[in-house]
């Protein structure tokens, strides 16, 4: 094993140089990649040397998402702590569905869990797990609050005419779940955004009573505190109150930007949320965590139990299920997702992770003042938001977006709201400074007075 840390480590050399000086990687072309790179594997092993040089060209063409030039996604960057938390577990190698054989990292989880909730503003008796993601922790809300409301499903299946309802700027996965869970595609109502991609409350209720009236039987809301394209929050509070009139499950989906609790400066962007039912959030995005760390709450901890538990003799053999968090996760087997996150938390101090937070809502900030006072640019998105969505001399965004990731110039991808076309660049990846900022707008046009313009016009 320390002949493989070595090698580890020398690989970890070779990215780090690599993320300098070529922050884009090059891309390759699918029909390029068997060809380009030995991904192949053969009846006999290779000697370590060879093994490091394959792993040193995968490496390189690997986009690198760690790098001052990366603005593609809503994640990004690197925190030492929390990829030394992450690495530790791959070492330990727990899965976290009991305390016999995760011990203390089943309180490392409990801690996490129990912190969020105190942000949030959550009783007691409120508790939470982890999910490979936000599609996931979504999920898990959506069968907390079915099973809630209608006990009979888990036994018999769904009978009725259920319905949900999210705006038509939230994730995808709220769709997707719902044909996961049985309650079917046709039953999510979308509900319209106003300008600034927030939920359209007097629409939410407006089109619930219609429902009500149509025979359905509504049962879930799920608002969301950071839209994927605009980065938009809808209004948690006016929304928890239309669910109270009905009795829905309000979820926040707060995978984008959930993390707000953590700043005082910016918690009021999900005011209300100590009425909703379950929140999630994912520290793999604002928090800088890698992949995949994502949490759920919930008001009242049986739910969890309601949902998620299962009698396995052959596995829960010691403590109470309090201890045993298999009792309440969506997996058997579970990764410890949670050490990176503590890791953090514990070096910075909730502190820390303000600061983390806020830092990025100033470069967006930045961003958009260098957008404003630049009359070639034209801004799309809003205050309060780390989503910056712009447009450069009318300038096609994708085309835009396409050319500069294959040039191996920057990694920026575009988006869409009502009907327009856009850069949707995100102020989200730890290692980002305000320089870079500068350099990510400096690029673009430098790149389009020395190519771009020819080539649209053409
Ligand atoms: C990213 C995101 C998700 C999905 O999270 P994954 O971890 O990628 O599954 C859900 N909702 C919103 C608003 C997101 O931005």
Redesign the pocket.
């Known amino acids: 094993m320390h002949q493989d840390l070595q090698l580890f480590s020398d690989l970890c050399d070779f990215l780090f140089e690599e993320e300098k000086n070529n922050p884009v990687a090059q891309p390759l072309p699918t029909n390029e990649l068997f060809h380009k790179l030995d991904l192949s594997l053969n009846k006999d092993g290779v000697i370590d040397s060879d093994l490091k040089a394959s792993l040193k060209s995968i490496i390189e063409f690997t986009p690198k998402t760690a790098s001052r030039s990366f603005f593609n996604q ?1 994640f990004g960057g690197r925190l030492g702590k929390a990829a030394l938390g992450d690495l530790l577990s791959v070492m330990l190698n727990n899965s976290m569905y009991t305390y016999k054989v995760a011990g203390p990292q089943v309180g490392v989880e409990k801690e996490i869990i129990k912190q969020i909730c105190q942000l949030s503003g959550y009783p007691e008796n409120s508790g939470g797990t982890m999910a ?7 999920f898990m809300a959506l069968l907390m609050a079915r099973d809630s409301k209608f006990p009979s499903i888990r036994t018999q299946g769904i009978t009725q005419k259920v319905t949900l309802y999210t705006s038509d700027a ?2 995808y ?1 709220t769709a997707k779940n719902a044909a996961l869970s049985g309650i079917g595609r046709q039953n999510v109502r979308l509900i319209n955004t106003n300008h600034k991609g927030e939920m359209d409350v007097e629409h939410l209720e407006q089109t619930i009573k219609e429902d009500l009236n149509n025979g359905y039987e509504p049962f879930f809301v799920n608002a ?5 394209v605009l980065g938009a929050f809808d209004d948690v509070l006016a929304i928890s109150q239309v669910c109270k009139t009905y009795n829905l499950w309000l979820h926040v ?5 959930g993390s707000v609790i953590f700043s005082d400066n910016y918690k009021h962007l999900v005011n209300g949320i100590e009425h909703t039912d379950s929140f ?1 959030v ?1 520290a ?2 604002m928090l800088g965590t890698p ?2 760390c ?1 949490i759920i709450i919930t008001k009242n901890k049986a739910h969890l139990h309601n949902s998620f538990s299962n009698d396995a003799e052959y596995l829960y053999q010691t403590e109470g299920d309090d201890f045993n968090l298999g009792k309440t996760s969506l997996q058997c087997g579970r990764r410890n997702d949670a050490l990176k996150l503590w890791t953090l938390w514990k070096s910075v101090g909730t502190n820390g992770l303000r600061e983390i937070v806020e830092h990025q809502f100033e470069l967006a900030q930045f961003a958009r003042d260098y957008i404003k006072s630049n009359p070639d640019y034209s801004l799309h998105s809003f205050e309060d938001s780390i989503s910056v969505c712009f447009n450069y001399k009318d300038i096609p965004a994708s085309a835009l977006c396409t050319l500069l990731y294959e040039d191996a110039k920057l990694m920026v991808g575009f988006g869409k709201f009502n009907d327009k076309e856009f850069v949707r660049m995100v102020t989200i990846n730890t290692v980002l400074r305000k320089e870079d900022i500068i350099n990510f707008f400096k690029t673009i046009e430098t790149y389009v007075a020395k190519n771009m313009l020819k080539n649209i016009a053409s």
């Open positions: 809503l490979p993601g936000g599609s996931m922790t979504n939230s994730h996965s969301t505190a950071g839209t994927t989906d707060g995978a984008y930007c999630s994912n793999h995005k992949l995949s994502s």
